[in-house]
């Protein structure tokens, strides 16, 4: 499959079946999270791999969603602000760094013929209680990963037209 064609097969899957991930999917998925590119190649994340069997309450607490953790697994990109690169005006890139990353796992688990959800409206507090995050440590997102038991539906998108722009807006 050619990058365009993976790039347009990804959905957020909302459906997940009952089957474990395979321990070489996740390695490779890893893999590519560590190969994403981050400012000055500091790489300022973690990730947090989260089993869900048996934690379905607790977890319920950061995503209210059943099928956040129908899932077998989720993973949790974590920014490190205090050891990202920060631009001259003051911007800190560890939040850019981190989507970069999550933006690799999901590309990689959906070429591995897994399902990802995108999700960034989770309660804060609670994961940095449910995960025991230090001081410093900052949940970013969050994704379900295992085999969709859904299929892709249609996909809304602006035409290229009304996002690119030339030389100026």
């Known amino acids: 499959m050619d990058f365009l064609d993976l790039v347009k097969s990804r959905y957020s899957v909302r459906a997940y ?16 999270a560590r190969y994403a590119p981050t400012a000055v190649n500091y790489q300022p994340f973690k990730l947090i791999v ?28 974590c920014a490190l602000p205090g050891e990202a690169w920060i631009r001259k005006d003051g911007k800190n890139y560890a939040d850019v760094d981190a ?6 796992i999901i590309l990689t688990a959906t ?27 900052e949940p970013l997102v969050f994704t379900p990963i295992g085999y969709p038991a859904d299929e892709i539906g249609q996909k809304k998108r602006k035409e290229v037209s009304e996002l690119v722009k030339y030389e100026k807006w």
């Open 99 to 104: 989507t970069i990353v999550m933006d690799h």
């Open 17 to 32: 079946k009952n089957e474990p991930v395979e321990e070489e999917k996740l390695e490779k998925i890893f893999e590519a």
């Open 50 to 77: 989260i089993k869900t069997e048996g934690r379905e309450d607790e977890l319920k607490q950061v995503y209210q969603a059943k099928w956040f953790t129908d899932a077998p697994l989720i993973i949790c990109v």
């Open 111 to 137: 070429s591995l013929g897994l399902g990802t959800c995108w999700v960034g409206a989770f309660d804060v507090k609670s994961a940095k209680k449910v995960l025991n995050l230090p001081e410093g440590v």
